[in-house]
């Protein structure tokens, strides 16, 4: 069974800190995404990286930066915090072949 | 861009009843079709596919989904719901070009009561 990682489940931080959600994968995928679930308004992807060391913008990048130093391990980085940032993230990863995404338990964020 | 619309926000259905959840997207070209499927206090999970061939999909748990690709629609059903459906599902396509880039839909939050 592939499995996917997040660091924290719940995280409670304050306006203007720099916050890191870290996100693993055990299937060797190459493929790696960062999303948020908001009521309302579905996920929407931030951050993708198809290899090591490479990044794409997703749909709602502004005020997220990402980092894949190993295969294995995509980081989201809130570099300074806001209160709309407040959200459900979810991490997910796939292979390049075979397309479906799997998803880990999500981490929920609170800003004050 | 491509766009993805469920247009049920929240569906409240009787045990047994048959369920039909919509979903419609917006892109001319080839696209790879999928729901998911959350329940509750769990992570996000397959629950169907399209990639090609057979436009009537069946996923797991007894539930199916048609892709009809004139009215660029994927619609989830099932012929009878239990208790246990109880979730929030999302409609998401995947288009060529976009190197697995999925775009979810709004979700669509289904209660079954007893």
């Known amino acids: 069974d592939v499995k996917v990682t997040q660091s924290s489940r719940y995280l409670v931080k304050r306006t203007g800190e720099k916050v890191f959600l870290e996100c693993v994968q055990d299937?060797?995928?190459?493929?790696m995404f960062w999303y948020r679930q908001d009521p309302g308004l579905g996920l929407r992807l931030i951050y993708f990286s198809y290899d090591v060391k490479m990044k794409e913008k997703g749909d709602i990048p502004e005020g997220y930066s990402v980092s894949r130093e190993k295969k294995e391990r995509f980081s989201l980085i809130l570099e300074s915090a806001s209160t709309n940032q407040t959200s459900m993230y979810l991490c997910?990863?796939?292979?390049?072949?075979?397309?479906?995404?799997?998803f880990g338990p999500g981490t929920r964020l609170l800003v004050l | 861009a491509q766009s993805v619309s469920q247009h049920n926000h929240h569906v409240i259905l009787s045990e047994a009843a048959s369920l039909e959840l919509g979903c419609n997207y917006s892109?001319?070209?080839?696209?790879?079709l999928f729901w998911y499927v959350q329940y509750p206090g769990q992570h996000l999970q397959l629950l169907l596919k399209?990639?090609?061939?057979?436009?009537l999909v069946k996923g797991i748990k007894g539930f199916e989904a048609e892709f009809i690709k004139s009215k660029f629609s994927f619609n989830l059903r099932k012929p009878s719901v239990q208790w246990s459906d109880t979730a929030e599902y999302f409609c998401a396509v995947m288009s060529a070009g976009t190197a697995s880039k999925l775009t979810f839909g709004t979700g669509t939050r289904l209660q079954v009561t007893l």
């Open positions: 399209y990639f090609s061939g057979d436009p």
């Open positions: 892109y001319g070209g080839t696209v790879n």
């Open positions: 299937m060797d995928h190459e493929n």
């Open positions: 997910a990863s796939s292979s390049a072949d075979l397309e479906t995404q799997y």
